[in-house]
């Protein structure tokens, strides 16, 4: 589904990626963890178009989306939840998600999948006339997560959808991202921490000062300490 090949990527003169590569398949988990500064919201930026890689090829859906605007990869099915969730803190719940389904021409449509997903994150029904602002950290991203929904896209990124939140809350965020991916959502997940991956993720990648220094499976992923050992960038030790 998505094919992102040798990806030259940064800011200025600033080279923040350094020849990515990753591949998510139709129906995946794939994760991308690294420390902080690796490039991980880099790379979720030129893949939906908001920076022009310097070279390298982002393919979607069988198509090179490089050089296409935000909006023209947004409409090709492709959805992003930056860091920070970005909600409408002034707008009610409901107006959050409207503003979600703005892409979409068929009203029906819209209503069914607004459905979906208040049955999805319950307490945003409970919350649908109240302010956004007024959200915990933990609604606030299930809003977030539900207003990219209601853009049904075949693809959905999400950077650090567990920052701020308490482990419980985290938990629940998660148990909805592994519900939605069941119902048929792919989903390319950053994350800074590598826990609770082991269970969800089909692929990891664990990505260093621009480079991919790991790809790996949980099943070929033989011992935790080699994650552990190329996210800190040193050697792994014998048990
Ligand atoms: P974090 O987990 O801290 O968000 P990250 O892995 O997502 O880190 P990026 O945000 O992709 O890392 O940053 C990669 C590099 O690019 C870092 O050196 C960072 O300082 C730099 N960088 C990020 N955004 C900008 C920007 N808008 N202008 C200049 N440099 C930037």
Redesign the pocket.
């Known amino acids: 589904m998505l094919e992102v090949q040798q990806i030259v990527a940064?800011?200025?003169r600033?080279t923040?990626?350094k020849g990515i590569d990753i591949t998510v398949r139709k129906g995946e988990i794939v994760f991308v963890v690294?420390?902080?500064?690796?490039?991980?919201?880099?790379?979720?930026?030129a893949v939906s178009g908001l920076?022009s890689p310097t070279s390298g090829d982002i393919s979607f859906l069988g198509k090179s989306v490089v050089g296409n605007s935000p909006e023209h990869i947004c409409r090709s099915g492709l959805a992003l939840i930056p860091?920070g969730r970005h909600i409408f803190k002034t707008l009610t719940v409901q107006e959050n998600l409207l503003v979600g389904s703005l892409v979409r021409r068929n009203s029906s449509e819209v209503r069914a999948d607004m459905e979906l997903v208040l049955d999805t994150f319950p307490i945003l029904r409970d919350r649908l006339n109240g302010i956004a602002g007024h959200l915990s950290g933990g609604e606030q991203q299930q809003l977030a997560i539900a207003r990219a929904i209601l853009q049904r896209p075949s693809l959905l990124m999400i950077?650090?959808p567990s920052l701020g939140l308490a482990p419980l809350v985290i938990d629940q965020v998660y148990e909805s991202l592994r519900h939605l991916n069941k119902n048929g959502l792919t989903l390319l997940i950053?994350e800074?921490s590598t826990r609770r991956m082991m269970e969800l993720a089909n692929r990891i990648y664990v990505?260093r000062n621009?480079n991919v220094v790991l790809e790996a499976t949980p099943d070929n992923l033989l011992d935790e300490r080699d994650l552990d050992a190329a996210y800190f960038g040193f050697a792994s030790q014998p048990a």
């Open positions: 940064g800011y200025g600033l923040a990626l690294g420390p902080n500064g690796a490039g991980k919201s880099t790379l979720l930026k920076i860091e950077d650090e950053v800074q990505v621009g």
